[in-house]
Structure formats: structure tokens, C-alpha cells
């Protein structure tokens, strides 16, 4: 009979908090937690070294809580298994689209990583941040001319998706002479199912993303006769959360054939972006890859596809999100409201929801809680985790199996590090929460909580609207 938080998992064979002598080889994508989760000696959740009620305490809820050390991991594990793995020349971009904000970027730079980034003001915050602008390639199906021009000025390469950047970029560079080439990349669409949800897959060929394979040809010889134009490489991304290898193993096939013909065209083609996509652990039943068996996959078919088309090795680039961020970072919510329908269900509810996780409401996405303050209570009670906003899909969690808990207490839902504050909203005109970053028991804030006064900044009240409220 499950009767603690530690209890509970130990018998259902999953891992939670990572055992001390685990904290150096885990892969962080394969564990529920951040690495430096622990109990503390009062019994409450702690995450690099910080208490994590104390936390919200102090920084108030909802709460992002980035432990630093969980995401220097998984960075150095992408790039160390990479030089291990591949014996040519390789590059870890960062898709800072699962959290692009100055702090995370600037972390991610240090430990050497580039950047992935989709839109103006992603590249705006990477430059501001300190990103090496060469470290940086602007992705996107519907580029701004302005966004194209940002990513020039930068020096920054420019991932093109399809004929119309391929137009932009040619008025925005004219006859090319007055200017350094423009480095350049060509997105394809790879023709690769895998299993994901329906709205996170692109690599299959029905996906608004990247040149259709048939018209290939069409855009190497149309790029070649661009003296603008320096193009360096070609990219796909076949989808994310993907737990298979076999994909990415195919994958790496179809880029270096294409990687062959593009040689034909004379353009000088040597690096290959495989994507991102590796999954994580979000509960029990999720049993992802390690970090090093997705690059030792991709980068052995890499090395095996180059050998059997005869092309010399290219620079391998990848670019994860959800596997470097995701399991570093936990929400902390204050608990409030109960709700009992006699033999349906218990609510509970906290203080955020889907303006600050919209994953579940979007995806069905399931997540895994505890109660930082009764981590070694028994967990007695099968709950709904409702959110506050004025929605009733607005649910966190369908079942989650918590201990007897009150309103003040300080849920934590587990693995929010991506595409949740990317994704946050201000619907029902919530503040966007805080996020601080903890290391070795220092919490420093990398977010501000937005304030009133931030939700009405944008705000504007014709002179003739005004009107006071006395009829
Ligand atoms: N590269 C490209 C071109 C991408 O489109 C993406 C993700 C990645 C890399 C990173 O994929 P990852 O390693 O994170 O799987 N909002 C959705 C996920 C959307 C992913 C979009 N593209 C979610 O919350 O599940």
C-alpha cells in the first residue's frame, strides 16, 4: 500500500528525486526532477539547494524554478557526446524557443552552445543576451523582411524555409556585391513519420515547414546562381517529444543525399542540422533515450551515410529544447480553493493554470506533482489540479495522487522547463509569473512577475472613450 511520496515510488519503479550517487551520470531528460532535487531536513522539496516553499515565500507563486545545474548538464552532455560520438566538427544549437528569455540564453551560450531562433524578438533577446550572432540561425515559415534584415545586420545564418525568403533575401541583397554573402541554409521537408502528437510533427511531407523534396532541385539551382547567397547546409526537424531513434537514424540518410546532389549545383554545402526532438520524462511511463544514445544514434548513421554516398564528413549541428530545458525547471503554484462532487471527483486548485502552462489544455499533456511542504506525507488523496482561470479545461493534472493538503501549500508540477513560459499568456489578464534560477542555495530572479501596471502598459484610451462611470 502506497503510503509516502518516497514510498510511492519506490514501488512504482520511478524515480522522482534522484538518488546522491545518480547525480553525476543520469541523463536529466530520463528523470521526472531536476538533478539536485532533494528532501530537505524539515521534509520539504529542495532544488539546488534551495527550499522551495521558502522560495515561494520570498519570490511569491506561481513560481518557475530553474535549477542551473540541470540545464549546464544537459548542455555539456549534448556537446560532450557529440565529440565523443562523431569524429568530425559539430555544433549544439539551443531551440530557444522552449524558453527564450536573456538569463537562459546566456546560460546556454556559456556552456558553448549556439542558438536556434524563430522570430525578431527571439533573435533580439539572443543578441542582447551576448549570443556569439555566427552562433545564431533564424529559423521560420513566414520571415518578416524586417526579421531578415535583423538576422543580416547581425551576421547571423538565415535558415530558409522556402520561395518567399528565397525572394526576400534576394531584394534585400540586391546583385550581391556590396555586401558579404548572406549564410544561408535550406530547410527540407524529409519525409519522416514518427509518433508524436499531431500538432509537434514535421518532418512527414503534409508540414507547412521547409522546401517540398520535389522542388529541391529547383531551389539548389536557383541558390546557385545567387552570388548573394552563401549556402553552407541544409536542415530538417521531423518533430519533438519523439521517443524513437529510428527516425533520427533515417533522417541522416535523406539529409546526406541531398547533401550529394546540392554538391552537384556547386554550392558549397558542409554542414547538416539534424533538429531537435528528443523527448523527456514527464511521467512514470515516459522512457525516453539518454541524451548520449540520441547522439551516438545520429551520429553514427551520420557517419554511416556519409560513407556510403562517398561525401566527406559535414559539420554535424542539432538543436534540442525540450531535452536541454525541460526537466530543469519545476512551477510552484500556492494551493487554494477545494471543490468535492461526492463520487466524482476533488479539485484543487492553485493560483496559475493554463496562462502559465498551456500545455495540457493544447496538447493533453500530462504531468507529475508532489506538495513541497508534505513531502512525507502519505499520499491518501486522488485529486484534479484545476487552474483559476475562468475555463473548465483550464485542469493541470486529471489524477494526481497527493497527500491530504490545504489551501497555502505549494503544489509543484514537474518538467515545465519547456514551452511553458515560451507558450505563457496573460488570458484572464493573470500576470505572467516570476522564474528564478537556484544554484548551490542562491535563487536569483531572471523573470520579474508582471504587475498590474505591465498589463495595461500596451494599453490605449481614446481621448472620446473616456468616460466616467456616473449615468
Ligand atoms: N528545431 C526546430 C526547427 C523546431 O521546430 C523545434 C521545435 C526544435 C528544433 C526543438 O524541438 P525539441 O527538441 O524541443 O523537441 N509547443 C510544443 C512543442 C513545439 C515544438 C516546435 N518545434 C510542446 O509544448 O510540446
Not at 566538427?89 to 542558438?115: D, F
Not at 500538432?199 to 539551382?221: C, W
Not at 551516438?296 to 559535414?314: D, I, R
Amino acid at each position: 500500500m502506497v503510503s509516502t511520496f518516497s514510498q510511492g515510488l519506490e514501488d512504482s519503479g520511478c524515480q522522482y528525486l534522484p538518488s546522491s550517487d545518480l547525480v553525476s551520470s543520469p541523463s536529466p531528460n530520463q528523470l521526472l526532477m531536476p538533478l539536485t532535487a532533494r528532501l530537505s531536513p524539515a521534509g520539504h522539496l529542495e532544488i539546488g539547494g534551495c527550499d522551495v516553499p521558502a522560495l515561494v515565500q520570498q519570490f511569491g507563486s506561481p513560481l518557475y524554478i530553474l535549477d542551473e545545474e540541470t540545464l549546464r548538464t544537459t548542455c555539456s552532455q549534448y556537446r560532450k557526446s557529440l565529440q565523443q560520438s562523431y569524429p568530425g566538427e559539430s555544433q549544439v544549437l539551443y531551440a530557444s524557443k522552449a524558453w527564450n528569455c536573456l538569463a537562459v540564453c546566456a546560460i546556454v551560450a556559456s556552456e558553448g552552445l549556439g542558438l536556434d531562433v524563430v522570430s525578431g524578438g527571439e533573435l533580439y533577446t539572443a543578441l542582447q543576451a551576448g549570443v556569439s550572432p555566427e552562433k545564431i540561425y533564424l529559423h521560420g515559415n513566414n520571415k518578416a523582411l524586417e526579421e531578415l534584415q535583423l538576422a543580416i545586420e547581425a551576421g547571423s545564418t538565415i535558415v530558409v524555409d522556402n520561395w518567399f525568403d528565397l525572394q526576400n533575401l534576394v531584394s534585400l541583397t540586391g546583385s550581391g556585391h556590396h555586401m558579404d554573402p548572406v549564410r544561408i541554409m535550406i530547410r527540407l521537408t524529409p519525409g519522416i513519420e514518427c509518433h508524436t502528437h499531431e500538432y509537434i510533427r514535421t518532418g512527414h511531407l503534409d508540414s507547412k515547414f521547409g522546401f517540398d523534396p520535389n522542388q529541391l532541385e529547383e531551389v539548389f539551382q536557383f541558390i546557385s546562381e545567387q552570388p548573394g547567397f552563401n549556402c553552407i547546409g541544409l536542415h530538417a526537424h521531423i518533430g519533438s517529444q519523439i521517443f524513437e531513434l529510428q527516425p533520427h537514424n533515417d533522417l541522416a540518410a535523406v539529409l546526406v543525399q541531398w547533401l550529394s546532389k546540392a554538391a552537384h549545383y556547386g554550392l558549397p554545402v558542409q554542414e547538416l542540422n539534424v533538429g531537435g526532438g528528443l523527448g523527456i520524462r514527464y511521467t512514470e511511463a515516459d522512457d525516453p533515450p539518454s541524451i548520449a544514445d540520441w547522439v551516438k544514434v545520429v551520429s553514427q548513421a551520420m557517419v554511416a551515410a556519409c560513407e556510403a554516398h562517398n561525401v566527406p564528413l559535414p559539420r554535424l549541428l542539432c538543436e534540442p529544447g525540450r531535452s536541454l530545458i525541460g526537466t530543469a525547471c519545476v512551477t510552484a503554484y500556492r494551493m487554494g480553493s477545494q471543490k468535492t462532487v461526492p463520487e466524482i471527483r476533488t479539485y484543487v486548485t492553485v493560483d496559475g493554470g493554463m496562462s502559465d502552462n498551456p500545455r495540457p489544455i493544447t496538447y493533453q499533456s500530462l504531468y507529475r506533482s508532489v506538495v513541497a511542504n508534505r513531502m512525507q506525507e502519505p499520499l491518501t488523496e486522488t485529486v484534479t489540479i484545476a487552474g483559476k482561470h475562468c475555463e473548465s479545461g483550464d485542469i493541470l493534472i486529471k489524477e494526481a495522487k497527493l497527500p491530504a493538503t490545504e489551501a497555502g501549500d505549494v503544489l509543484v508540477v514537474m518538467a515545465t522547463g519547456a514551452y511553458n513560459y515560451s507558450m505563457a499568456s496573460n488570458y484572464n489578464r493573470l500576470s505572467r509569473p516570476a522564474a528564478v534560477v537556484v544554484r548551490s542555495g542562491e535563487a536569483n530572479l531572471i523573470l520579474q512577475r508582471e504587475t498590474y501596471q505591465d498589463l495595461i502598459r500596451q494599453d490605449r484610451i481614446p481621448e472620446r472613450l473616456k468616460f466616467k462611470d456616473d449615468l
